[in-house]
């Protein structure tokens, strides 16, 4: 299992999960489009790593890196 913090600007992977607990905020990643099965780009990583900037069915979205880390992903090679 990889996270958004294992690719680097430019590479693209699917998401295959979720990890964590929280009914809420998992709502609110897939109400923001990433749901299982969808392609994402990271873009751009901020100097310290925080947030992570990635794309997503077409429109570029800002996370936090504690936010980026529930997401479970499979590189696209």
Known sequence: MERLKDLKPGESAVVTGYSGNDPVYLNKLLTMGLTKGTEIKLMKVAPLG???EIMV???NL???KMEA???E???KV
């Open 73 to 75: 992903i499979r590189r």
């Open 57 to 59: 069915r077409g429109y």
């Open 62 to 64: 800002s996370l936090r």
């Open 50 to 52: 925080d947030p992570v």
């Open 69 to 71: 880390d529930i997401l």
